[in-house]
Structures are given as structure tokens and as C-alpha cells.
């Protein structure tokens, strides 16, 4: 069996988190992996019987990889991503790809220029409720969608643990990206609004509610919250809606078929994404990493399409400058 030689760059959760993958997948072999607190790369490196490399150019340069997971903050991507596609390395980019279309299109031409391939790891394509919807719509089953409505609430503690990160790159890029794939038409308009008073002590949005308008006439609603009280049971509590001029779909995410009562609270445990059972990660994001892996070694495309992601990004800086000026910003 072929195995692909991977490193992981930046071993925060999500990082922490595809070590582990790879490191228990059977066509895969964890070979480094890096981050700039050395002493967590030592401990990961010292758990998964691997390499700890000081930085990712030396990673690059001397591991011996086939592939490079970067899963750093967004404003390191660019330059890990370029360093990766220069030394020849297949590329899975944790989202968004960039903090910027810019960013995002040197990565792109990066890519293609230097020969490798890229994924950008939006998971929601790996999620069976997200992935069923998609393939009705691809299948004609919903007809051409013309309205879509995105809704994900968080509780408080995320903005605290991350302060000056932005509501629509750590949570709301998964929408506006879905939103992006599932429309199937380019965005024309963007229009958005926030309220940044819970949150507004560590540069964080509360609540945002923006209106996406499309070439083809459809509108798209996303409405981002990290707001939540938190003793709010729920850790993931998501809802899409598509219509289309044939049929509906819908994704309504809450309890997640698994309740948890104790003498101090009622948690609702996520079931999907990443959850540990049988001694091991399961889940959407397992499935992602094995597509990235499978696909790489046979060379077939990825679900993920790069154009999609960086739209995505796209939207988000029209609703940045929306917020601004307070006007609708046309993208171009």
C-alpha cells in the first residue's frame, strides 16, 4: 500500500487534531510536524513517535515530506503555503485560505505555477447533512435555488478565547463558502450589519446579519452569533436553508441525537464533527483528511473546490467594507 508523508504545521485544536489522524491512518504516516511553542511540537512529536522540526521551512527541506497540513493562524498561510508549493509539497490549507483575496490568489497561482495540488479543508463538505443537500441540488432534485438562508450560533467563551478574531473567518467562512458552492452563481452584492457590544471590550463581533445578492437574481442570508450565554448547552447549533424553484432543503443542526444530564447542566456533545470514540478521532473530519490522503495519492480531484473558497473570502471583504460604510458593496 502507498503512503503519503505528511507534516502539520501549527498544533493548535484543529492541528492537534489532524496529527492525531494521520498518525492512525493505514495509508498515511505522520512524518513531522512544527508550531512556534517548540514545546508542543516536542510533546506531540514525543506522543506520535514522530519529528519535531523548529520551524516549517526546515520541515519542507529536510522531513522528507510528500505533503504539508496547515493548520496555523490565517495570517500565516500565505507564506507557509508558498514555501510548501516552492518545495514541491501537496498542500491540504486549513479555512479560510486567506485573511485575503489577494493572499488567497498568491496561493492559487502558487499552486498552479509550481505543478502541486491544494485543498482547502472546508469541512461542511464532509458533514453527511451539508454533502446530501448538495448532491439533491446537484442532482436537479431542488431546481435552481432561489433563496438560501446560513445561520451558526456560539457561545461567548470563543471570541474570549480567541480575542480579535473575526466572527466570519473563525465560524462564518463555513457559510459563506457552502453558501457559495450551493448557489452554483456568483456573488453580486453584499450587504451586512453588526452589533458588537458583549464582545466589544476584545475587538469582537457579537452578532452579524448579512445579505448576499446573486447574478441569477437569488438572495442568500447568512447570520453569524458568538454571543451565547456560556452555560448554553450547545456547542454546535447550525441551520441552512435552500429553496429552489422546484423543492426545499433544509439542515437544522441542535442536539445532535445525544443529550448528556448531570446534577449541574444538560450538554448537547457534537457527534459529527471530530468526536472520540472507540479509542480513536471519527467523524467529518477524519473523512476529511482520508479524502485529502486518497485523493492525493490517486491523483483525483478534491470535493473541496479552491474557486469556492476563495469567493468565499471575497464575500466576507465586501461585507467588511458593508460594515464600514454602512452601504450595500458591489463585488466585482
Given at each position: 500500500?502507498?503512503t503519503l508523508?505528511?507534516?502539520?504545521v ?6 492537534a ?5 494521520f498518525n ?8 513531522a510536524v512544527?508550531d ?13 513517535g514522530?519529528?519535531?522540526c ?7 527541506d529536510?522531513?522528507g515530506?510528500d505533503a504539508?497540513?496547515?493548520c ?5 498561510h ?8 516552492k518545495?514541491?509539497l501537496d498542500?491540504l ?9 489577494a ?5 492559487q ?5 509550481s505543478?502541486?495540488?491544494?485543498m482547502v479543508a472546508?469541512?461542511l463538505h464532509?458533514?453527511?447533512r451539508?454533502?446530501q ?6 442532482r ?5 435555488p432561489?433563496?438560501m ?23 462564518g467562512?463555513?457559510d459563506?463558502e457552502?453558501?457559495c ?24 463581533e457579537d452578532t452579524?446579519i ?8 437569488a438572495?442568500g442570508l447568512?447570520?453569524l452569533c ?7 448547552a ?8 435552500v ?10 443542526i441542535?442536539d445532535q441525537?445525544?443529550s ?9 456533545p ?12 471519527q467523524?467529518d473530519?477524519?473523512e476529511?483528511?482520508r479524502h485529502?490522503?486518497s ?11 479552491m474557486?469556492?473558497a476563495?469567493t ?7 461585507c467588511?467594507?458593508s ?6 458593496v458591489?463585488?466585482?
Amino acid at each position: 500500500m502507498k503512503t503519503l508523508r505528511v507534516g502539520v504545521v501549527g498544533l493548535g485544536l484543529i492541528g492537534a487534531l489532524h496529527a492525531r489522524i494521520f498518525n492512525e491512518m493505514p495509508d498515511a504516516e505522520l512524518v513531522a510536524v512544527s508550531d512556534a511553542d517548540g514545546r508542543k511540537a516536542e510533546e506531540l512529536a514525543s506522543k506520535f513517535g514522530c519529528r519535531a522540526c523548529a520551524d516549517v521551512k526546515k520541515m519542507c527541506d529536510e522531513a522528507g515530506l510528500d505533503a504539508l497540513s496547515i493548520c496555523t493562524p490565517d495570517q500565516f498561510h500565505l507564506e507557509n503555503a508558498l514555501y510548501a508549493a516552492k518545495s514541491g509539497l501537496d498542500i491540504l490549507i486549513e479555512k479560510p485560505i486567506a485573511p485575503t483575496e489577494a493572499e488567497a490568489r498568491q496561493i492559487q497561482e502558487a499552486v498552479e505555477s509550481s505543478g502541486v495540488r491544494a485543498m482547502v479543508a472546508h469541512i461542511l463538505h464532509f458533514d453527511p447533512r451539508y454533502a446530501q443537500l448538495e448532491e439533491a441540488i446537484e442532482r436537479g432534485e431542488i431546481g435552481e435555488p432561489i433563496h438560501m438562508y446560513f445561520r451558526r450560533t456560539n457561545p461567548r467563551a470563543n471570541p474570549r478565547r480567541l480575542p480579535g478574531v473575526s466572527i466570519f473567518f473563525y465560524i462564518g467562512v463555513h457559510d459563506f463558502e457552502m453558501l457559495c458552492a450551493y448557489m452554483r452563481s456568483k456573488p453580486s452584492r453584499a450587504y451586512a450589519q453588526q452589533v458588537s457590544r458583549i464582545n466589544a471590550d476584545i475587538g469582537c463581533e457579537d452578532t452579524v446579519i448579512c445579505t448576499v445578492n446573486f447574478e441569477n437574481g437569488a438572495l442568500g442570508l447568512v447570520e453569524l452569533c458568538w454571543a451565547l450565554p456560556d452555560n448554553s448547552a450547545l456547542g454546535i447549533n447550525t441551520y441552512a436553508e435552500v429553496v429552489g424553484d422546484k423543492a426545499a432543503g433544509y439542515v437544522n443542526i441542535m442536539d445532535q441525537g445525544l443529550s448528556l444530564i448531570t446534577a449541574d447542566s444538560v450538554l448537547y456533545p457534537d457527534t459529527l464533527h471530530w468526536p472520540e470514540y472507540n479509542g480513536r478521532i471519527q467523524g467529518d473530519l477524519k473523512e476529511e483528511l482520508r479524502h485529502f490522503v486518497s485523493a492525493t495519492l490517486s491523483g483525483t480531484p478534491y470535493l473541496t473546490k479552491m474557486d469556492n473558497a476563495i469567493t468565499a473570502v471575497k464575500v466576507i471583504e465586501a461585507c467588511f467594507e458593508s460594515i464600514r460604510t454602512g452601504l450595500p458593496v458591489d463585488i466585482e
